[in-house]
Nanobody, 128 residues
Framework: QVQLVESGGGSVQSGGSLRLSCVASVDTYSNNCMAWYRQAPGKEREGVATINKDGDPSYADSVKGRFTISQGSAKNTLYLQMNNLKPEDTAMYYC??????????????????????WGQGTQVTVSS
């Protein structure tokens, strides 16, 4: 069973920065996609960023140029550097993962239905 544990959330003012971390008990030799999602109160969960085994990232348009997804050298730690935060970034942020066939080396997809492993979330609150 894969476990994902997020940390790094908190409260910041608009324009500030936070770095989220996710430690995953994944098999680092597997072809995993890892991603960050978020869910604001009263809204559906949305994909924020994803990264494949080779380190190629993909981002939602709403965070391009402000957020950066990355992996630790051991491939079992996922990060989300969030800069120039806005009040609309306020949400619970979740780490997610899924395994792909070994031959899939293209960019990962942010379709939520693909991800079958989820963390418990870490809260990010941005005040104006």
């Amino acid at each position: 069973q894969v476990q994902l544990v997020e940390s790094g959330g908190g409260s910041v003012q608009s324009g500030g920065s936070l770095r989220l971390s996710c430690v995953a008990s994944v098999d680092t030799y597997s072809n995993n996609c890892m991603a960050w999602y978020r869910q604001a109160p009263g809204k559906e969960r949305e994909g924020v960023a994803t990264i494949n085994k080779d380190g190629d990232p993909s981002y939602a348009d709403s965070v391009k140029g402000r957020f950066t997804i990355s992996q630790g050298s051991a491939k079992n730690t996922l990060y989300l550097q969030m800069n120039n935060l806005k009040p609309e970034d306020t949400a619970m942020y979740y780490c997610a993962a899924h395994r792909r066939p070994w031959y899939r080396r293209d960019s990962c997809d942010l379709a939520e239905s693909l991800y079958n492993y989820w963390g418990q979330g870490t809260q990010v609150t941005v005040s104006s």
